[in-house]
């Protein structure tokens, strides 16, 4: 079994910064891509950013600049600077996890936190 825990997540007025974490425990093998999603009420979920297992990152255009994902061994962060009412949301952490060798990948994702920015 594998587990994804997220943490970090608060209230910030517009301007400011938060670092999101993201812990995968459980069976591991090996980790793959790793990501943040966010889902804002009423919309749908959607990409932030992503990194890949060397390190190769992948951001959504309304992040870039301001957000940085990056990762350590089972744990992936996200530094998020000049946050903006527009980026309150529940960002949930994703991850393609592989429990054995023998065994294909498989996705997970996190219970969410919360993100609120004020103006």
């Known amino acids: 079994q594998v587990q994804l825990v997220e943490s970090g997540g608060g209230l910030v007025q517009a301007g400011g910064s938060l670092r999101l974490s993201c812990a995968v425990s459980?069976?591991?093998?090996?980790?793959?891509?790793m990501g943040w999603y966010r889902q804002a009420p009423g919309k749908q979920r959607e990409l932030v950013a992503t990194i890949t297992s060397i390190d190769s990152t992948n951001y959504a255009d309304f992040v870039k600049g301001r957000f940085t994902i990056s990762r350590d061994k089972n744990t992936v962060y996200l530094q998020m600077n000049t946050l903006k009412p527009e980026d309150t949301a529940v960002y949930y952490c994703?991850?393609?996890?592989?429990?054995?060798?023998?065994?294909?990948?498989?996705?997970?994702w996190g219970q969410g936190t919360q993100v609120t920015v004020s103006s």
């Open positions: 994703n991850a393609d996890v592989r429990s054995r060798s023998y065994l294909s990948t498989k996705n997970y």
């Open positions: 459980g069976t591991i093998f090996s980790i793959n891509v």
